[in-house]
C-alpha cells in the first residue's frame, strides 16, 4: 500500500530552491535510507513528508489510513530531538508511557496493554533496567534511544528517523538496524532513516533514496529502483 508519496515537488528557503523535481513513493513494510552529503536537504524532505512544511509546487500525499483500513500512526524522532538539559524532571518511563496517548484522548486511562507495550519497546532499546532514572542524567546515545523508544511505543504504521544512531557505538548502532529490520518483517511497518552509516545499514533495506545536486543548483532525488548506476541493487529483506 502507497504510504507517501511526492510529485514534482519544489520547495526552498528564501528564493532559493532546496529540492527540486522530487518524485517519491514509500509503501507499507520497507526500510528505506535516505542518503546524501551534508546539506543536501535531508531533514527538509522528511519535514515535507510530514506535512511539517509545504511545497513551493508540486503535490504531497500522506495516507490517513493504514493498509487495514485504520487511522494512520506516524511516529518521528528528529535529529538531535535527545538534547533534553540535565534538569529535566520526567522519568524515562513516564516519556516513553506518554507515547501511549498518541493512540487516544490524552484524557483516557491506561490501559494493562499500554503498560505493556511501553516495557516491551524500553527493553526493545536495552533501557528497561534504568526506566525509573530521570532523562537528565542519561547519555546522549541513551536519550537517543529514549526517543526511538517513545516512537516505537505508538506502534507507529510509518515510523520517520532522522540520523537516529548518532551518539550510538557500533554495538548499539547494530542492534538498532536488527530492530528495524525487525519491525519492518515482523509487524510490516515502513522505516524511513536519515543516515551516514549507509555501508552498516545497507544489508537490511529494501530500498535506497539518495540526493544528488543538480547541475543548475537545488537537489534531486535518486532511488535504486530509478537510477541504479548510482548503487548497487539492494537484497529484499523482505
Same mark, same amino acid.
Given at each position: 500500500?502507497?504510504?507517501?508519496?511526492?510529485?514534482?515537488?519544489?520547495?526552498?528557503?528564501?528564493?532559493?530552491?532546496?529540492?527540486?523535481?522530487?518524485?517519491?513513493?514509500?509503501?507499507?513494510?520497507?526500510?528505506?535510507?535516505?542518503?546524501?552529503?551534508? &546539506?543536501?536537504?535531508?531533514?527538509? =524532505?522528511?519535514?515535507?513528508?510530514? $506535512?511539517?512544511?509545504?511545497?513551493? /509546487?508540486?503535490?504531497? +500525499? *500522506?495516507?490517513?489510513?493504514?493498509?487495514?483500513?485504520?487511522?494512520?500512526?506516524?511516529?518521528?524522532?528528529?535529529?538531535?530531538?535527545?538534547?533534553?538539559?540535565? &534538569?529535566?524532571?520526567?522519568?524515562? =518511563?513516564?516519556?516513553?508511557?506518554? $507515547?501511549?496517548?498518541?493512540?487516544? /484522548?490524552?484524557?483516557? +486511562? *491506561?490501559?494493562?496493554?499500554?503498560?505493556?507495550?511501553?516495557?516491551?519497546?524500553?527493553?526493545?532499546?536495552?533501557?528497561?533496567?534504568?526506566?525509573?532514572?530521570?532523562?537528565?542524567?542519561?547519555?546522549?546515545?541513551?536519550?537517543?534511544?529514549?526517543?526511538?523508544?517513545?516512537?516505537?511505543?505508538?506502534?507507529?504504521? *510509518?515510523?520517520?528517523?532522522?540520523?537516529?544512531?548518532?551518539?550510538?557505538?557500533?554495538?548499539?548502532?547494530?542492534?538498532?538496524?536488527?530492530?528495524?529490520?525487525?519491525?519492518?518483517?515482523?509487524?510490516?511497518?515502513?522505516?524511513?532513516?536519515?543516515?551516514?552509516?549507509?555501508?552498516?545499514?545497507?544489508?537490511?533495506?529494501?530500498?535506497?533514496?539518495?540526493?544528488?545536486?543538480?547541475?543548475?543548483?537545488?537537489?534531486?532525488?535518486?532511488?535504486?529502483?530509478?537510477?541504479?548506476?548510482?548503487?548497487?541493487?539492494?537484497?529484499?529483506?523482505?
Amino acid at each position: 500500500m502507497l504510504l507517501a508519496s511526492m510529485n514534482k515537488v519544489v520547495f526552498g528557503y528564501n528564493d532559493i530552491p532546496s529540492l527540486d523535481g522530487v518524485n517519491i513513493e514509500l509503501f507499507s513494510g520497507e526500510f528505506v535510507a535516505i542518503v546524501g552529503p551534508n &546539506g543536501a536537504s535531508k531533514t527538509t =524532505l522528511l519535514k515535507l513528508v510530514l $506535512g511539517l512544511l509545504q511545497p513551493w /509546487s508540486g503535490e504531497v +500525499r *500522506l495516507s490517513t489510513y493504514n493498509k487495514d483500513g485504520n487511522k494512520l500512526a506516524v511516529g518521528y524522532v528528529p535529529q538531535q530531538v535527545a538534547s533534553f538539559n540535565s &534538569g529535566f524532571p520526567s522519568k524515562i =518511563l513516564e516519556f516513553v508511557l506518554s $507515547g501511549r496517548y498518541t493512540r487516544g /484522548s490524552w484524557l483516557r +486511562r *491506561l490501559r494493562p496493554e499500554d503498560h505493556e507495550i511501553t516495557e516491551r519497546a524500553l527493553r526493545q532499546v536495552g533501557m528497561w533496567e534504568q526506566r525509573h532514572r530521570k532523562i537528565g542524567e542519561l547519555s546522549g546515545g541513551q536519550k537517543q534511544r529514549l526517543c526511538i523508544a517513545r516512537a516505537l511505543a505508538q506502534q507507529p504504521d *510509518l515510523l520517520i528517523l532522522d540520523e537516529p544512531t548518532t551518539g550510538m557505538d557500533e554495538e548499539s548502532r547494530y542492534g538498532f538496524y536488527e530492530l528495524m529490520h525487525h519491525q519492518v518483517n515482523a509487524h510490516g511497518r515502513t522505516v524511513v532513516m536519515v543516515t551516514h552509516g549507509l555501508s552498516e545499514v545497507s544489508h537490511y533495506l529494501d530500498r535506497i533514496i539518495e540526493l544528488e545536486r543538480k547541475e543548475h543548483g537545488g537537489w534531486k532525488c535518486c532511488t535504486t529502483t530509478s537510477c541504479s548506476g548510482h548503487f548497487a541493487p539492494v537484497e529484499s529483506s523482505q
